[in-house]
């Protein structure tokens, strides 16, 4: 069964640029979130996508978005960049979102994102 | 609300034991624990539900208590494949969020 992938692994951009990063689930998997990590804050929530339809979301400017497909794919998208937006960014899938015993997060290998 | 984690990092020898903490100050509707070694992807561990359940894995264990809103992951006789760190999730409610600590970072040395 294969993981959750995120494509691309490492990128580079500039201040002001754009990003577009991407999340392919497990197979059966409907729900898709999404992190940053970064050295000393741990994993912050960005959002969470469940048959194409955000359900919740945490504090991150409206800089940032991203949106579900219908095969369960995800992209995350930040917009004019700030150097403050170096970080890894880890997408995760479960079956539903709702966590129980049989279903927890699963996270990807991450984006990492560096600003110049 | 992150929930907060203590010890913030924690060195160990082979074979000696250890306690991670979660605490939060919001109810919880589960508590969840992954471990991230250098590199890789957070892997999870363990989940454990409102009811006070204690689970375990193997030489892992954890508890959950609901009155505290708290949660503590116990590794016993470590070993060197335990490194790496920590990170307790959250959830309250059932909102589709986990909202994650900022990690305990465990290094066991020969």
């Known amino acids: 069964k294969a993981g959750v992938t995120q494509t691309p692994r490492y990128l580079i951009k500039t201040r002001g640029q754009q990003v577009t990063l991407s999340c392919s689930p497990i197979?059966?998997?409907?729900?898709v979130s999404w992190y940053q990590q970064t050295p000393g804050q741990g994993l912050q929530f960005l959002f969470e996508?469940?048959?194409?339809?955000?359900?919740n979301k945490g504090n991150f400017p409206g800089r940032f978005s991203g949106r579900q497909f219908s095969n369960s794919r995800s992209e995350m998208n930040v917009s004019t960049l700030e150097l403050g937006d170096s970080a890894l960014y880890l997408c995760?899938?479960?079956?539903?979102?709702?966590?129980?015993?049989?279903?927890?997060?699963?996270f990807g290998a991450g984006s990492r994102l560096t600003v110049l | 609300q992150q929930p907060v984690q203590s010890p913030q990092a924690v060195i160990l020898r082979e074979g000696e034991d250890a306690v991670i903490n979660c605490s939060s100050s919001?109810?919880?509707?589960?508590v969840h624990w992954y471990r991230q070694k250098h590199g890789e992807a957070p892997v999870f561990l363990m989940i454990?539900?409102?009811?006070?359940e204690q689970k375990g894995h193997d030489k892992i264990s954890a508890s959950f208590n609901e009155k505290k809103q708290q949660s503590s992951l116990y590794l016993t006789a470590s070993q060197l494949s335990y490194s790496g760190t920590y990170f307790c999730?959250?959830?309250?409610?059932?909102?589709?969020?986990?909202?994650f600590g900022k990690g305990t970072l465990l290094t066991v040395n020969p």
């Open positions: 454990l539900l409102k009811g006070g």
């Open positions: 919001k109810a919880l509707y589960s």
């Open positions: 999730g959250t959830e309250q409610g059932s909102n589709y969020k986990l909202t």
């Open positions: 995760a899938s479960s079956a539903t979102g709702a966590y129980s015993g049989a279903n927890v997060l699963t």
């Open positions: 197979s059966g998997h409907r729900s």
């Open positions: 996508y469940f048959s194409e339809t955000q359900r």
